[in-house]
C-alpha cells in the first residue's frame, strides 16, 4: 500500500514568489494535516483538512492556505514568500474516526532566497 | 489547552546504555499518546502510540512507553541503546482524535 506521497521534494523560491506543495494521503484517509517544520522550532501545525473542508488552522498568517479535493489529495500554498518560510513542510493523513495515528510523508524541503 | 512538552533538546547515551526521553503534557480530556522517530531529511515515523487499555506499550525498534496519568507523563524508554536509534524524537498527544499537537523534539546522539 502506498504511503502519503508529497511533492515536489525540493521546491527553491524567490522571496515574493508563490509555493505550492501537494500531498496524497493514503487510501482510504480523509483527514490531511501540514505542518511546518523549521530549524529549531519542532513541528508547527499549519493546516487541517477533513472531507474536503477547513477544520482548523495554525497561528500562521492568511498567506498560507490550501484546499482539499473531491479525492481527499490536498495543497499547500504559500503567497508573498519571505526567507522565514524556509522549512521541511511535512503533510500527514489519517483516518476520520478511531482515534488513528498520522502517517506521514517525506516532506517538502522549501528554501527561499 | 492542549501541549506537550519534551525535556532535553539533546539526550547522548552510550551504546548499550538505557534511553529515557521524557515527554509531559496537558490535556482537558483524556488524551491519546503517540511516539514518532524523524531520521535525517525524512517524514516521521510511528514508534508507538497509546490509546486505551494497558499503560505500558510496546512499539518497534525496542521501544515502550509507559502512560502516567497522575505525573502526566509518557515517557519513552529503551533498555540497549544502539547506533541506529539515533535521530530526532516527537512526543504527541491527541485529544479528540482528529487533531495531534508535537513537543519539540529531542535529538537522540548515541555514542560509540
Known amino acids: 500500500e502506498a504511503g502519503v506521497t508529497q511533492s515536489p521534494t525540493h521546491l527553491i523560491k524567490t522571496r515574493g514568489q508563490q509555493a505550492t506543495l501537494r500531498c496524497s494521503p493514503i487510501?482510504?484517509?480523509?483527514?490531511v494535516y501540514w505542518y511546518q517544520q523549521a530549524l529549531g522550532l519542532g513541528l508547527q501545525f499549519l493546516l487541517w483538512y477533513d472531507e474536503g473542508e477547513e477544520r482548523n488552522r495554525g497561528n500562521f498568517p492568511p498567506r498560507f492556505s490550501g484546499r482539499q479535493f473531491p479525492n481527499y489529495s490536498s495543497e499547500l500554498n504559500v503567497n508573498a514568500l519571505e526567507l522565514e518560510d524556509s522549512a521541511l513542510y511535512l503533510c500527514a493523513s489519517s483516518l476520520r474516526q478511531g482515534f488513528a495515528e498520522a502517517f506521514f510523508g517525506q516532506g517538502t524541503r522549501l528554501t527561499v532566497v | 489547552a492542549q501541549s506537550v512538552t519534551q525535556l532535553g533538546s539533546h539526550v547522548s547515551v552510550s551504546e548499550g546504555a538505557l534511553v529515557l526521553l521524557r515527554c509531559n503534557y496537558s490535556?482537558?480530556?483524556?488524551?491519546?499518546l503517540f511516539w514518532y522517530v524523524q531520521y535525517p531529511n525524512q517524514g516521521l515515523q510511528l514508534l508507538l502510540k497509546?490509546?486505551?487499555?494497558?499503560?505500558l506499550v510496546k512499539g518497534i525498534n525496542g521501544f515502550e512507553a509507559e502512560f502516567k496519568k497522575s505525573e502526566t507523563s509518557f515517557h519513552l524508554t529503551k533498555p540497549s541503546a544502539h547506533m541506529s536509534d539515533a535521530a530526532e524524537y516527537f512526543c504527541?498527544?491527541?485529544?479528540?482524535?482528529?487533531?495531534?499537537?508535537f513537543g519539540t523534539g529531542t535529538s537522540l546522539t548515541v555514542i560509540p
Open positions: 504527541a498527544v491527541s485529544p479528540t482524535g482528529n487533531q495531534f499537537y
Open positions: 487510501s482510504g484517509h480523509t483527514s
Open positions: 497509546y490509546t486505551t487499555g494497558a499503560t
Open positions: 490535556s482537558s480530556v483524556p488524551p491519546y
